[in-house]
């Protein structure tokens, strides 16, 4: 097995700030992802990267920033923390990027923009 | 793009009733997953269903998939309180390389 690891767990941050989420994983998985989830929105797309160095963007991806420099981590900056803005985001990974994938999620970091 | 969404937002029942969480997609799919989500973890897969099958089993997990009406259902027997939890379905998009989420059912089950 493998696991997912997302620092920090929670980010608090000012308004207008850059923010920057990281993610790790041991599965040697090609590709992740980074959703962001909000209460009653379910999970959406920011970001996914199918192997090192490459960025897809998602529906979401206004505001944000992604970076890949190796196989086994994903970055995620928040360019522009919005003032009340509250959200956990979700990083995740899978075996190639084809459409029967199982996700593999990581425990999300929770952020708090005051 | 594809959207996949659960037709309640919250269902609560008592430990060991069954309990279903109902699913509509838009358009044509390979797969359609179930996920679920503990408070405070990710989502983790509960059962994948491909388009050619009609049902798919997972303990007490059970996943029905109907192309024809493009609808999906999850129902768990014997539900225990451990099974609280957000359950969300997911399509796929984006030129079939990530997930599209539906919004999730939060399922509570009491003693």
């Known amino acids: 097995g493998g696991i997912i690891t997302q620092t920090p767990k929670f980010l608090i941050g000012q308004e207008g700030q850059k923010l920057t989420l990281k993610c790790q994983q041991n599965?040697?998985?090609?590709?992740m992802y980074w959703y962001r989830q909000d209460s009653g929105k379910g999970l959406r797309l920011i970001y996914y990267s199918i192997t090192e160095n490459d960025l897809q963007k998602g529906d979401l991806s206004e505001g944000y920033d992604a970076s890949r420099e190796k196989k086994s981590s994903f970055s995620l900056t928040v360019t522009s923390a919005q003032k009340n803005e509250m959200a956990v985001f979700l990083c995740a990974s899978s075996i190639m990027g084809f459409n029967y994938a199982e996700q593999f999620f990581g425990p999300g970091t929770r952020l708090t923009v005051l | 793009s594809q959207l996949a969404e659960e037709n309640l937002w919250a269902l609560s029942v008592h430990e060991g009733e069954s309990v279903t969480v109902n699913c509509s997609y838009k358009t044509s799919i390979t797969a359609l997953q179930w996920y679920r989500q503990k408070s405070g973890e990710g989502p983790a897969q509960l059962i994948l269903?491909?388009?050619?099958?009609r049902e798919k089993r997972n303990g007490r997990l059970r996943a029905t998939l109907d192309t024809s009406s493009q609808s999906s259902s999850l129902s768990i027997t014997a539900t225990r309180c451990e099974d609280t939890a957000v359950y969300f379905c997911a399509t796929e998009g984006q030129g079939g390389r990530a997930l599209i989420f539906g919004t999730g059912t939060t399922v509570s089950v009491s003693p």
């Open positions: 269903i491909r388009s050619n099958e």
């Open positions: 599965f040697n998985h090609d590709t």
